[in-house]
């Protein structure tokens, strides 16, 4: 029989405790996590960045150089944005657990990965009021900033998956039985047939 001790330090219940609790996003709105919401805008915007250096790189036309640059501002403020209901978050996960560790681990690879193309932002800028617009340094900075975001979301979806941050572990929903499920099917399909007399 386990003592009182182990019951409510350790175990099973600690990690209900720490779900249930204190893995819970702080920042939501309408109930959903606000720093999942946010992430997707400078991922897509590091992407379009880096693609669009390799394009200028290829055939050498400016309007791609322009673009990228455009997208790389974008990316570096929509990161500093995503970045501060992340931090809340995490300063919110207890100490001295394997959610803390990967937390860090994504913060720091995400603000390595902002730092890349915030200097590639900054060169960018310099290159178009110089009037010379070079290609290949773009290309490598934005691809290890690329790969270093990759890592960051590595780990930020382990502590979605595996330590359920920002997932509401309350909810139990029912399963229905299968014989149910192809009941209904059946209904929907014949009411489809009639409805349209064939």
């Not at 209900?16 to 991922?43: A, C, D, E």
């Not at 060169?123 to 009021?129: A, D, H, R, T």
């Amino acid at each position: 029989m386990r003592g009182t001790r182990g019951f409510f330090f350790g175990g099973e219940y600690m990690a209900h405790f720490f779900r249930g609790y204190y893995m819970q996003s702080k920042l939501k709105i309408f109930g959903h996590p606000l720093h999942p919401m946010l992430v997707p805008f400078p991922i897509a915007f590091n992407t379009a960045t880096m693609i669009c250096c390799m394009v200028y790189a290829i055939n050498g036309d400016s309007f791609w150089f322009h673009v990228a640059f455009i997208a790389n501002c974008a990316a570096v403020v929509t990161a500093t944005i995503a970045v501060l209901p992340g931090l809340v978050d995490w300063l919110s996960i207890p100490e001295l657990t394997d959610a803390k560790s990967t937390g860090l681990k994504h913060m720091m690879a995400n603000i390595i990965s902002v730092g890349f193309f915030t200097a590639n932002a900054a060169i960018m800028y310099s290159e178009l009021s110089a009037g010379q617009l070079l290609a290949q340094s773009h290309v490598l900075i934005t691809l290890f900033g690329f790969f270093v975001m990759l890592y960051a979301g590595f780990k930020g979806w382990r502590l979605v998956q595996t330590h359920h941050i920002g997932i509401d572990t309350t909810v139990n929903e029912e399963i229905p039985e299968q014989e149910g499920v192809e009941k209904n099917a059946s209904e929907i399909f014949t009411d489809t047939k009639d409805e349209t007399g064939k």
